[in-house]
């Protein structure tokens, strides 16, 4: 969420928040001493006197709902929650995850359409792994290969009436890089756990998601429970490549089979919960930035090196790559943003938010000068964090050029990465390019086609710019409702309820509150857009319990993975016997 405050020591007595919206007041009052730097900080943003006490608001900054516990099946997920805590059901539970991650399944950006690339097999280990594994699911759930690969496990329900829960999950993994095996504590798909973590490629992402949701049907079933609402299990196989051949053709079949927003809501990778001071504050990611990748390729004439021109290829591309980071897209805290919401959460429970930024969030709610004041403490706290959540950004991530050291360079190209702010688009992203480089063009005499129309000079050009994109671009995504959304009571209230219960020594005495988020990476709920307006990025694992995502020494704590097999039954149970879906 782009939390900046230092942590501070203090354990509190356990408690959950449980604040009806509209019912908490909540008055925050600045020292003197706080005030008298106030116009060194925020320059000429006018402020509120220093006699002024904060306004009394009549709406909760950040509203909570109650614990959900299930109530039906309370004898059965507190038997559950006895097996996992138990020696027996530790060591099944870690071991099905280790052998999970002993199963490679890398995935190549190299990789041939499935079914014309034997690599994609790999994937066929894990469907025969998980069928030994999970036995009753195989047994009793309808199964669906999808484009060969991908599963769909269905879980009937016995009223077809109610909408189903979805809960998502990749099989694949990011491969591991050979060069970088001895930097490995352990070798990448040992799945070793030495009695704190798992560690190997995929035990964090995605693996213990995968593993985490299947297992809870597992033991669900061997309890003898059947659900009133269908259950559905979705695994994708490509989801680090995008998701085009798995989530894309799953998410075809549901709604072909369910119809347009035919789920009640769906749950796949995402958000997490961190520890601050005496607050446990679990994000669900209801929001998700869009992506666009720009190429820009240079085209001069060719020659020999020993007479150059003033600005090779190569040397044009460089002034335009510089003239783009000079120019960021503009970043502006927005009251309708999640990032806004998010931050005011905090604003409500997390002391160790200074006064004065915690007072500039809250006034900002209707005044425009606290806001701008807001904006400006975050781009001092860590403008580059700002601008992801805030914002459009733009990452060089590629530039090539040249041949021979002595031939000037006929070609040069770089691809900038675009992570798109939720109120903006694909098409606002790319009209910017000719807005920056037209000019530039003109100046340089060159000719510039920026997504198929033309700028720059009209006679004879020394080269030509030329600005498109690699594949098809993704809007932002919808908004997931929360205040108000029995989806979002239902969720929250779930993770409230499985974190004031768990055993983690961790989360003792602490305060939970459950804030809304953004995620600004992408995942594979972009192919499930119109299954479900209830799309939920939150994978239930803390911040602190897994390390080295798409790099060395990928590990998850053992104790976090079970907690997210604690939440998932929770959720099914809950959602089942829900009446506000």
Request: proline residues 6%; glycine residues 8%; negative net charge.
């Amino acid at each position: 969420m782009g939390r900046l405050p230092e942590s501070r020591s203090g354990s509190p007595p356990r408690r959950v928040l449980v604040v009806a919206a509209g019912l908490v007041v909540l008055a925050l009052y600045w020292s003197f001493s706080d005030l008298l730097c106030f116009h060194s900080l925020v320059g000429h943003v006018p402020v509120p006197a220093a006699s002024a006490p904060l306004p009394i608001f009549k709406h909760s900054l950040c509203p909570q709902v109650k614990p959900l516990n299930p109530t039906k099946g309370d004898p059965l997920f507190q038997d559950i929650d006895a097996y996992l805590m138990s020696c027996e059901g530790k060591n099944w539970t870690i071991d099905s995850l280790s052998q999970a991650v002993r199963t490679p399944t890398q995935l190549f950006d190299d990789f041939e359409l499935p079914g014309e690339d034997p690599r994609w097999d790999v994937m066929l280990d894990m469907h025969d792994f998980l069928r030994g594994r999970f036995p009753l699911v195989h047994a009793k759930l309808d199964i669906h290969k999808i484009n060969r690969y991908g599963l769909v496990y269905t879980w009937k329900g016995s009223d077809e009436s109610l909408k189903p829960l979805v809960l998502t999950a990749h099989m694949d993994v990011v491969p591991v890089n050979p060069e970088t095996r001895r930097e490995w504590d352990q070798p990448p798909f040992s799945g070793l756990f030495d009695g704190n973590n798992v560690w190997g490629r995929g035990s964090a992402d995605d693996k213990a998601m995968l593993i985490g949701t299947i297992t809870a049907i597992e033991l669900l079933l061997q309890r003898g429970y059947m659900p009133r609402r269908t259950v559905i299990l979705a695994y994708g196989f490509d989801e680090e490549r995008g998701g085009r051949n798995g989530a894309r053709t799953i998410g075809q079949h549901l709604v072909e089979l369910y119809g347009q927003n035919g789920a009640a809501m769906l749950i796949d990778e995402g958000g997490q919960y961190f520890i601050h001071d005496d607050i446990v504050m679990a994000i669900p990611n209801v929001a998700e930035k869009g992506a666009l990748n720009v190429q820009i390729e240079v085209a001069t004439p060719g020659g020999h090196s020993s007479v150059p021109p003033a600005h090779t290829g190569i040397g044009v591309l460089s002034r335009i790559v510089a003239l783009l980071e000079d120019n960021p897209f503009p970043a502006m805290l927005k009251r309708d943003s999640t990032y806004f919401r998010s931050l005011r959460c905090e604003a409500a429970y997390d002391d160790s938010f200074s006064d004065e930024l915690r007072g500039y969030l809250a006034r900002a709610i209707s005044d425009d000068a606290a806001l701008k004041a807001a904006q400006k403490k975050l781009l001092q706290l860590d403008e580059n964090l700002f601008r992801a959540f805030a914002g459009t950004t733009q990452a060089v991530d590629v530039i090539h050029g040249g041949l021979k050291y002595n031939a000037l360079p006929e070609r040069a190209h770089a691809i900038i990465n675009h992570r798109i702010a939720e109120d903006s688009s694909v098409a606002e992203t790319a009209s910017r390019y000719a807005q920056v480089l037209a000019p530039f063009a003109t100046r340089m005499n060159l000719t510039l086609e920026s997504f198929g129309t033309m700028y720059g000079v009209q006679g004879p050009a020394d080269g030509h710019i030329t600005v498109s994109t690699i594949r098809r671009g993704l809007n932002p995504a919808p908004v997931t409702p929360t205040e108000g959304s029995g989806a979002w009571e239902v969720l929250s209230g779930t993770i409230l309820s499985s974190l004031d219960t768990s055993e983690r020594a961790e989360l003792a005495g602490k305060q939970i509150v459950v804030a809304p988020g953004i995620m600004i990476a992408n995942s594979d709920t972009k192919w499930y857009r119109r299954l479900t307006r209830n799309i939920f990025r939150y994978g239930h694992i803390g911040k602190t319990d897994r390390d080295g995502m798409h790099t060395v020494n990928e590990a998850i704590k053992a104790e976090g993975y079970i907690e997210g097999i604690r939440f998932y039954t929770r959720l099914i149970l809950n959602v089942d016997e829900s009446s506000l879906l």
